[in-house]
C-alpha cells in the first residue's frame, strides 16, 4: 500500500531533489517547503542514501570491452556510405547553375558523374585492401576484455577533433573511454602483443604531437 | 579544451557531424556514453556478451539516424530510449525460449536471506542488498533517476509512461524498498 503524505506532489520529487533533475522553479519550491518539513527532510535523507548505494551498485558493473566498438565499427562498415548533407547538396547546385551556361553545366553533371564513378571505384579499392580501409583495434572474434595495450590522454586546449582525429589515425589509437574528470580519454594503443618498444613509440608520437596532446601516459 | 573546443565536441554537434559520416564523432560519442548505456541494458539481458551486441546495436541505429535527430531531448535520453527499446525486445525474444530463467529473475525476491542477514549489521550495505531485491520496474526507474540523473520528463519519455506515473511509481518503489528493509530488521527512517 502507498502511503501518502499531505505534500505528496513534494515528497514524488524527493529522489529528482537529490539527482539535481529539478526546474529551477522546483528546486526553489522543493526547498522552500524543505526548510519548514520534517518529514520531507526524512524522505530527502532517504533518497541521498538510495542514491549512494545505487551509484556504488552501478558503479560496481563491468564496463563493456572492446569488442563492443569493434562490432559497432565492424556493423558501420557494412552500411551504405552516408550521403552529403541536402544543403550541401544544393549550395553545390545553386553555385553551379550561377556559374555555368546550361550546356556547361551538363559537361560538369558528367564530368561530376565520373568523379563519383572514380570515388567509388577507390572506395570499392579500398574496401578490398586489408591496409587501406578503416580498421578498428582488434577483430571481432578477439576476446579483448583485458588484453590490449591503453594509453590514458588529455588533449591540448583548443584542439580540434579532425586534427585528433588525424593524430588517432596515425598512431592506430582507438578511444575506448572518456572524457574522465579533467578530460582524459583512455586510448587503446595496439593489442596486448604490442612490443614494448613500439608502444613507447606511439606514447612519444601522442607526446610529441603537444599542440594537440597536453598529457598521454600508459594506463593499465 | 577551450570554451569553442568543448562547444564544438557536445553531443548535438557531435551527433549533426555523425549524419555526415564522421567516424571520431561516432567514436567519441559511443566513448561518452558507453559504460551508462551498457549498465542500462545490463539491468535487461544480464549477459554481458548479450548487453555489448546491444550496444552496438544502439550505436548502429545512431549511426543511420543521427541525421533525423530534431534535438528535442537529449543525446543521452535518446540513447537510452533506443537502449530500452532493444534490451526488451531481445528480452521478450527470450521469453519465448521454453525454460526462461531471464523472466524468473524479473520476479523481485523479497525473501531476506544470509546476505541481508550478515547486513544488517551496515545499514548502507543491507540498503544495497535490498535494492536488488526490487523488480526490474522499479529498479529501472530508480537507476534513471539516480545514476542518469534524468527528470520526470525524461524518464516518462525513455520509459513511454505519462510523468505522473512516473512520479507515483517512483515513490511506489522507494516505499516497497522500506517495506523489505523492515522486514529485514531495518528502520530507515522513511516513511
Known amino acids: 500500500m502507498t502511503t501518502r503524505t499531505p505534500n505528496q506532489d513534494l515528497a514524488e520529487l524527493a529522489p529528482f531533489y537529490v539527482a539535481g533533475a529539478l526546474t529551477p522553479d522546483e528546486q526553489a519550491r522543493f526547498e522552500a517547503a524543505l526548510a519548514q518539513d520534517p518529514e520531507l527532510a526524512r524522505n530527502v535523507a532517504a533518497a541521498r542514501a538510495e542514491r549512494d548505494e545505487i551509484l556504488a551498485l552501478n ?6 570491452s572492446a569488442r563492443a566498438l569493434d562490432v559497432l565499427f565492424a556493423k558501420i562498415d557494412a552500411e551504405p556510405a552516408h550521403k552529403p548533407s541536402l544543403w550541401a547538396r544544393l549550395d553545390l547546385g545553386g553555385a553551379l547553375a550561377g556559374l ?3 550546356r ?5 553533371t558528367v564530368a561530376a558523374c565520373a568523379v563519383i564513378a572514380l570515388q567509388a571505384g577507390l572506395l570499392t579499392q579500398s574496401k578490398l585492401a586489408p591496409d587501406a580501409h578503416y580498421s578498428t583495434a582488434s577483430g571481432p572474434q578477439e576476446n579483448v576484455r583485458a588484453a590490449g595495450t591503453y594509453a590514458l590522454v588529455a588533449f591540448a586546449p583548443g584542439a580540434n577533433m579532425e586534427a585528433i582525429g588525424a593524430l588517432l589515425a596515425q598512431t592506430g589509437a582507438q578511444i575506448v573511454e572518456g572524457p574522465r574528470a ?3 580519454y583512455r586510448l587503446r594503443i595496439g593489442g596486448a602483443d604490442l612490443a614494448p618498444a613500439e608502444a613507447q613509440r606511439k606514447l612519444d608520437a601522442l607526446r610529441q604531437a603537444n599542440a594537440l596532446v597536453r598529457f598521454a601516459a600508459p594506463s593499465p | 579544451m577551450t570554451q569553442d573546443g568543448a562547444e564544438a565536441c557536445d553531443d548535438p554537434h557531435l551527433i549533426r557531424r555523425i549524419a555526415e559520416g564522421d567516424r571520431l564523432a561516432m567514436q567519441v560519442l559511443f566513448g561518452r556514453h558507453r559504460v551508462r548505456v551498457f549498465r542500462f541494458i545490463l539491468r535487461f539481458v544480464r549477459d554481458e556478451a548479450g548487453a555489448e551486441d546491444i550496444l552496438a546495436e544502439v550505436f548502429l541505429d545512431v549511426w543511420r539516424q543521427a541525421g533525423k535527430f530534431e534535438g528535442r531531448s537529449s543525446v543521452s535520453t535518446w540513447l537510452l530510449s533506443i537502449a530500452r527499446f532493444k534490451a526488451l525486445s531481445c528480452v521478450r525474444q527470450r521469453r519465448d525460449a521454453p525454460y526462461d530463467e531471464e523472466a524468473a529473475a524479473e520476479i523481485a525476491d523479497e525473501a531476506d536471506d544470509p546476505e541481508i542477514e550478515i547486513a544488517k549489521r551496515d545499514k548502507s550495505a543491507a540498503l544495497r542488498q535490498c535494492l536488488q531485491k526490487l523488480t526490474v520496474e522499479h529498479r529501472e526507474i530508480i537507476d534513471l533517476v ?6 520526470v520528463e525524461e524518464v516518462a519519455q525513455i520509459t513511454g509512461v505519462p510523468a505522473a506515473t512516473v512520479k507515483t511509481r517512483l515513490f511506489y518503489a522507494r516505499q516497497k524498498l522500506s517495506e523489505i528493509l523492515k522486514r529485514a530488521g531495518v528502520d530507515r527512517g522513511w516513511p
Open chain 1, 104 to 108: 556547361a553545366l551538363g559537361w560538369a
Open chain 1, 59 to 64: 558503479e560496481a558493473l563491468p564496463a563493456p
Open chain 1, 182 to 184: 579533467g578530460g582524459f
Open chain 1, 100 to 102: 555555368l551556361s546550361p
Open chain 2, 146 to 151: 539516480y545514476y542518469h540523473e534524468k527528470s
